[in-house]
């Protein structure tokens, strides 16, 4: 009978082990939740922080300053741009006729010896 009792009572015990293990997951996993919701809110309030910062930070270093100097650089590289298409215009349109109009009527030599060989020598 003790034979019995014994199996009983380690079987009792499998069972709340099993028990224990299960709400030990169930509690994990519920930790597991709130920590990433915690950690959500601090990254937002974190986020929030910096986008104030930022903001702060563009309206007082003066960006509006920042671009007139930027949009007067781009001003000046291409006014001199411009400057330099200008100057060089006429001598760009000179060397594009000059090559158009240099015809040569020279026939290559290899050209000629193709020519002789697949038509004969004559």
Do not use: H, W
Not at 19 to 48: C, F, N, P, S, T
Not at 49 to 55: A, C, N, P
Not at 69 to 84: C, G, H, I, N, P
């Amino acid at each position: 009978m003790s034979n019995s009792s014994g199996i009983q009572d380690l079987m009792a015990a499998e069972t709340r082990a099993s028990q224990i293990v299960a709400e030990a997951r169930i509690g994990r996993g519920d930790r597991m939740k709130q920590a990433k919701a915690d950690a959500q809110e601090l990254i937002q309030i974190y986020r929030a922080e910096k986008q104030k910062e930022f903001d702060k930070n563009v309206s007082t270093s003066g960006s509006s300053t920042f671009s007139k100097e930027l949009q007067a650089d781009t001003d000046k590289d291409v006014s001199m741009m411009q400057a330099q298409f200008q100057s060089n215009q006429a001598k760009a349109i000179e060397i594009l006729l000059s090559k158009c109009c240099e015809v040569s009527v020279d026939v290559p030599s290899a050209r000629v010896r193709s020519t002789q060989k697949e038509y004969g020598a004559q």
